[in-house]
């Protein structure tokens, strides 16, 4: 199970953190991600973790925002700086495989104001 908490709404420049609390599975064994799906458009990649320390961020977000884990309290955060409109979306976590929508959270609504 992935319970994602802390969006909101946040004005243009501002700053968000997010955690995804999991239970179920074996953590620190699972690669980790974020994804977002912006109004009317198809769901898109954030960041994602993979269990060897690699991180991947979307080409969007790279320089602001900063994906983490904490494998002793199985939680994922996201922290999201220099926020800008268009970081509008629902943002989902998910883990491997990332392909199956069962592995992922029911999401968060994340706005952002100008």
């Known amino acids: 199970q992935l319970q994602e908490s802390g969006g909101g709404s946040v004005q243009a420049g501002g700053s968000l953190g997010l955690s995804c609390a999991t239970s179920g599975f074996i953590f620190n064994a699972c690669g980790m991600g974020w994804y977002r799906q912006p109004p009317g458009k198809e769901r898109e990649l954030v960041s994602i973790r993979h269990t060897n320390g690699t991180i991947i961020y979307g080409d969007d977000v790279k320089g602001r925002f900063t994906i983490s884990r904490d494998n002793t309290k199985n939680t994922l955060y996201l922290q999201m700086n220099s926020l800008k409109t268009e970081d509008t979306a629902v943002y989902y976590c998910?883990?491997?495989?990332?392909?199956?929508?069962?592995?992922r959270g029911q999401g968060t609504q994340v706005t952002v104001s100008s």
């Open positions: 998910a883990r491997t495989p990332y392909t199956d929508p069962s592995n």
